[in-house]
């Protein structure tokens, strides 16, 4: 059983179309992240989430935009793509940010292209 | 600001000892991951140090000197399929947990 999902795999689109990237975590945890990969293999967060809440959110473009319809699930839609968005993108989910020796449980990630 | 620093790159025989490091600074430090990641595949949790000195597990150790921001990945007795990229990565809380990744150690293990 997957802890940690992620669909699509491999997404490729054009510039200026609407994308979004689905992720589910089955371990019960209460925090779920968001990470871009570069071609440097640079791997940055973007948003997490707690218990539905948003509590980190990086300098990333407005165009991202993170929705959690509960606590196993953390989508992340993206407008307006640009050649820029090309990477790969990993959710992961932690049990608690109160417990701090948090292991992060990363997803196979999605590599997006655009063209 | 957070910045970490760690090789590009190393390379390795099989059955030798290899030490990647890493160094950081960061601000309301509270602890330091190592990840590894083979290639096309996501990162997965080595160790986690938050008080100074020597963490071991099985063929991997890790070691923390918070005075001096440093940190390094012990992986003795290489394996071919050791060959991966080695993440550090700072966890500095700002209210909330953060971590802080560095680019990543490439290791090559080869015969």
């Known amino acids: 059983d997957t802890a940690v999902s992620q669909t699509p795999k491999y997404l490729v689109t054009q510039m200026g179309n609407d994308k979004s990237i689905k992720c589910e975590q089955n371990l019960g945890h209460d925090t779920m992240y968001w990470y871009k990969q570069d071609s440097k293999k640079f791997l940055k967060i973007m948003f997490s989430?707690?218990?539905?809440?948003?509590?980190i959110n990086e300098t990333v473009p407005n165009r991202f935009s993170p929705k959690s319809p509960d606590k196993a699930h953390l989508n992340l839609h993206i407008n307006s793509l640009e050649l820029g968005d090309s990477a790969v993108y990993f959710c992961?989910?932690?049990?608690?940010?109160?417990?701090?020796?948090?292991?992060?449980?990363f997803g196979p990630g999605t590599r997006l292209t655009v063209t | 600001g957070q910045n970490i620093d760690q090789p590009t790159e190393m390379t390795a025989t099989e059955g030798a000892i290899v030490q990647i490091n890493c160094t950081y600074q960061?601000?309301?430090?509270?602890?330091l991951f190592w990840y590894q990641q083979h290639a096309g595949e996501a990162p997965t949790f080595l160790s986690y140090?938050?008080?100074?000195g020597l963490e071991e597990k099985g063929r991997f150790s890790s070691f923390l000197s918070r005075s001096k921001g440093y940190s390094y990945l012990l992986l003795k007795e290489l394996q071919m399929k050791d060959s991966a990229s080695y993440l550090c990565a700072a966890l500095s809380s700002g209210g909330s947990y953060i971590p802080t990744f560095g680019r990543g150690t490439s290791l090559i293990v080869h015969p």
């Open positions: 140090n938050v008080l100074d």
């Open positions: 960061t601000s309301g430090f509270n602890g």
């Open positions: 989430y707690n218990n539905k809440e948003l509590i």
């Open positions: 992961a989910s932690s049990q608690d940010l109160d417990i701090v020796s948090y292991e992060q449980y």
